[in-house]
């Protein structure tokens, strides 16, 4: 039997950032809405901004692309605060997106993202509501936005 045609262990494990370190999002109903994409979510900005006021490093990554995930973000003058763009795109054994292709001072951490399920689970995750873009009074990154509100109380 050839070892060499063993799966390797996916490489995530063990490179994982702190939870309040790096920050890796979803864009497509996640930040913006998944049906009109020229809608930020309720708190996308405050949250980012949070974020990165507080130290984090923010990371956006999308299956559209990364230079579609920049355009998206650059609608609502976003890009700013984001440290990098990343492509979501290959696939582990388990089905969920890998993050290999992120430099090891951009993997999460903790992921943001409408389909928890599909984004890997070596890190904390926040799975949110899909926000389609037609309800203003959405608040599904209630609970990103509290955790971003502490790490600027505290000392870090
Ligand atoms: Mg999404």
Redesign the pocket.
């Known amino acids: 039997m050839s070892r060499s045609s063993e799966p390797h262990a996916p490489a995530t494990r063990g490179t994982a950032n702190h939870p309040d370190d790096v920050w890796v999002f979803?864009?497509?109903?996640?930040l913006i809405g998944?049906i009109r994409c020229d809608t930020l979510r309720p708190g996308a900005d405050e949250l980012l901004r949070t974020l990165h006021a507080a130290g984090s490093t923010v990371v956006v990554w999308?299956?559209g692309g990364a230079t579609y995930a920049e355009r998206m973000l650059a609608q609502f003058d976003l890009v700013r605060f984001v440290g990098a763009f990343y492509d979501k795109d290959a696939r582990g054994p388990d089905g969920r997106y890998v993050v290999d292709h992120l430099r090891p001072e951009h993997r999460p951490g903790t992921l943001v993202?409408?389909?928890p399920h599909e984004v890997p689970d070596q890190a904390r995750v926040i799975g949110v509501r899909?926000f389609l873009g037609g309800n203003p009074a959405d608040h599904g990154l209630r609970e990103a936005l509290e955790l971003a509100r502490a790490l600027t109380l505290s000392s870090r």
């Open positions: 979803d864009v497509d109903g996640t998944s999308s299956a993202d409408d389909y899909q």
